[in-house]
T-cell receptor, first 114, second 114 residues
Framework: DAKTTQPPSMDCAEGRAANLPCNHSTISGNEYVYWYRQIHSQGPQYIIHGLKNNETNEMASLIITEDRKSSTLILPHATLRDTAVYYCIVRDALLGGATNKLIFGTGTLLAVQP | DAGVTQSPTHLIKTRGQQVTLRCSPK?????VSWYQQALGQGPQFIFQ???????QRGNFPDRFSGHQFPNYSSELNVNALLLGDSALYLCASSFIGQGSYGYTFGSGTRLTVV
């Protein structure tokens, strides 16, 4: 079973920041938080990941609470092309990349409105 | 740089038949994972191959089998197809040496069993 809880859907106005929450209250010390998104009829796309510090890349920012029990993915200026299902996943990284399967929940459908 | 390539893109099979799906990983990747995604659900892990061996398996029956070739490409075979096997089948590749870095997914094969 997925170790994360996300709202099933959210709306965001184009050009505004989209803040997608995720709860992972049972996360362990060696588990990373990953975010992927899936645009309709495509495979999931990696967005960002983090362990305990906030992270930023060209796509998004990831804010992880100090107790690591929740996180927020921030898309700073949402566009219509950001409409997708966003998945928050926790994953043990100590076992090595080849054995760390991704356990997906049902994600959050983000609808960016014009 | 080609990403993950899956073939065919769409497939229709009759109940009881067998099907083979193919995946070519991203250049430089050596690990291939397969996922099944039913309509409206998140992807579910089937199994993962590294060094031509199945390294990890999800909760799928033995009707689901796979293979990895020396060039790292992979096949997913499903025998005795059921109507419930209708889904999007996703292939994801990664490089074991990258540890916690994200997977790269293909666009999937849409299998319809009638």
């Amino acid at each position: 079973d997925a170790k994360t809880t996300q709202p099933p859907s959210m709306d965001c106005a184009e050009g505004r920041a989209a803040n997608l929450p995720c709860n992972h209250s049972t996360i362990s010390g060696n588990e990373y938080v990953y975010w992927y998104r899936q645009i309709h009829s495509q495979g999931p796309q990696y967005i960002i990941h983090g362990l305990k510090n906030n992270e930023t890349n060209e796509m998004a920012s990831l804010i992880i609470t100090e107790d690591r029990k929740s996180s927020t993915l921030i898309l700073p200026h949402a566009t219509l092309r950001d409409t997708a299902v966003y998945y928050c996943i926790v994953r043990d990284a100590l076992l090595g990349g080849a054995t760390n399967k991704l356990i997906f929940g049902t994600g959050t459908l983000l609808a960016v409105q014009p | 740089d080609a990403g993950v390539t899956q073939s065919p893109t769409h497939l229709i099979k009759t109940r009881g038949q067998q099907v083979t799906l193919r995946c070519s990983p991203k250049s430089g990747h050596d690990t291939v994972s397969w996922y099944q995604q039913a309509l409206g659900q998140g992807p579910q892990f089937i199994f993962q191959y590294y060094e031509e061996e199945e390294r990890q398996r999800g909760n799928f029956p033995d009707r689901f089998s796979g293979h990895q070739f020396p060039n790292y490409s992979s096949e997913l075979n499903v025998n005795a197809l059921l109507l419930g096997d209708s889904a999007l089948y996703l292939c994801a590749s990664s490089f074991i040496g990258q540890g916690s870095y994200g997977y790269t997914f293909g666009s999937g094969t849409r299998l319809t069993v009638v």
